[in-house]
């Protein structure tokens, strides 16, 4: 059967590909294998051949660390996504205000995260599946787009580094996009706890950069 991945899902990967280029793809998957097609799955293409899940493979040292990405998908839901499977949890658009639940199906999602796109029962999804915008992954993990950053900056680039300052556990204060007082304190206090001897966090450098992302990494 000719088949082909919803186009909200192949937006979601080019982000993906694009925040972490130099990521590992061993357990990345579209559609279904013999285990998959022998149940209901959003692997298995619905009645129009579109397949409504991808997997992402968990390389954090490569830059996709699947802690971060699944929090964002939950924090920042895409009008595509229908739910989000990780680490022995799951979450739904359908069930948001229930946040993460425990997941007890035989694959714990520990190797890759899963993103199933549309709604209705899984195998049949319909709805806005091929809606095409943007995810928010190159807004909140681009890195090269904050790093440069000043107090007194304002943005999307900001909100992306103020996003990412509160998902490693350093508050910003609102995420309004305005590189103010708060967020410059945020920057200082993960720095220093990341071993540097900076007087202030007025300026996002590169090294500031690569402090964030252990941060992150550690947080999860």
Not at 132 to 157: E, M, P
Not at 195 to 201: E, L, T, W
Request: proline residues 4%.
């Amino acid at each position: 059967m000719a088949w082909r991945l919803a186009k909200s899902l192949t937006a979601l990967r080019e982000e993906m590909n694009t925040v972490a280029p130099d990521r590992s793809t061993a357990s990345d998957g579209t559609i279904g294998d013999k285990a998959h097609q022998g149940s209901p799955s959003d692997h298995n293409p619905n009645s129009a051949g579109v397949v409504c899940a991808i997997d992402f493979t968990h390389d954090p040292g490569n830059g996709a660390d699947m802690h971060a990405f699944a929090e964002h998908l939950r924090r920042r839901p895409h009008r595509a996504v229908k739910y989000v499977i990780w680490n022995r949890r799951i979450w739904s658009k359908a069930k948001a205000d229930e946040g993460w639940r425990s997941y007890s199906g035989s694959n714990p999602h520990t190797v890759h995260m899963h993103v199933s796109v549309g709604v209705g029962p899984d195998g049949q999804s319909t709805g806005a599946y091929d809606a095409s915008d943007s995810w928010g992954l190159v807004d909140t993990f681009g890195g090269g787009d904050v790093i440069g950053l000043k107090r007194g900056d304002s943005g999307d680039r900001v909100k992306g580094l103020q996003g990412t300052l509160q998902y490693a556990g350093y508050d910003p204060g609102t995420v309004d996009g305005d590189y103010g007082p708060k967020t410059a304190a945020a920057v200082l206090k993960m720095r220093k706890a990341e071993g540097s001897s900076v007087s202030d966090g007025d300026n996002f450098t590169g090294w500031a950069y690569a402090q964030l992302m252990r941060a992150l990494a550690k947080k999860y």
